[in-house]
Structures are given as C-alpha cells and as structure tokens.
C-alpha cells in the first residue's frame, strides 16, 4: 500500500488463510487486525547548487549538491525551456540518494536544456524544485 493511502487514522488490515476451498481467520470465527499508523515523514530539502558541464564527448554532466533528510533516490527531469515544471513529458532518470551527479548522454550536441533535480523519500515524498 502506498504511503500516500494512509490516513490520520491508519489502515486496517484482516489476514485470512484459505486452501482454495475454504477460509479461516485464527482462532475460527474470531476476526484478527492489525491497524498500522501513519508515521509522519520527514521534511526532505532541496538539491542545492545545481550545475551543468560539457564533457570532452559532448554529453552534459549534471552535479548537485545532496539534499537533507531521508533522502533514497534523486529524479532528473530536462527540458527545453527553463523553469518548467518537471512531468513525466520530461522525465530523464533517477539516481540512487549516495549519487549526485548524472551524465546525460542523449542530449543533443548544439540544443539548449534546463535540468531540474528532486530528492526523493522512502515514502515517495518529494523535495521543491532545485
């Protein structure tokens, strides 16, 4: 179940055994749950100092500064304009969080990007835009 799916009050969860046949809940009769809380996810920050370097085969290498918290996975989105919101029409790759740089090798030699770099949580909560 995803994080974004519990709510204040958690989600219950009923465990059934069955063979194909019949059902059963331990002991027989007696409805067993488990109610899991929400744990509040910490703030992540934002990937900081973002830049863009031409490497000697042409490709842009994009470099970053980590962002603070529980950070497990950066997403690196490119675009043709600057300041674009990042969307799954931009979308690149991600990089796991001990990685701060990407090497993108499917730019276009003489075309003009904007990348944007957003830390990523364990629970898919995500930073603002670097």
Do not use: K
């Not at 969860?13 to 194909?20: E, I, L, Q, T, W």
């Not at 996810?41 to 000697?56: E, K």
């Not at 701060?100 to 830390?119: E, G, I, N």
């Amino acid at each position: 179940m995803p994080a974004w799916a519990l709510t204040e009050r958690g989600v219950e969860y009923v465990v059934v055994a069955s063979d194909g046949r019949h059902e059963t809940v331990a002991p027989s009769g007696v409805p067993r749950s488990v109610t899991v809380l929400p744990q509040p996810d910490p703030p992540v920050g934002v990937p900081q100092n973002v830049t863009v370097t031409v490497d000697d085969t042409r490709a842009r290498v994009v470099t970053w500064e980590p962002a603070s918290g529980p950070v497990v996975a950066y997403r690196i989105y490119r675009g043709a304009t600057q300041g674009l919101p990042p969307g799954p029409d931009t979308y690149l790759t991600y990089v796991p969080a001990d990685c701060q740089v990407f090497r993108d090798a499917t730019a276009l030699p003489h075309a003009s990007y904007s990348y944007t770099v957003v830390a990523v949580t364990t629970h898919g909560r995500t930073s603002a835009v670097s």
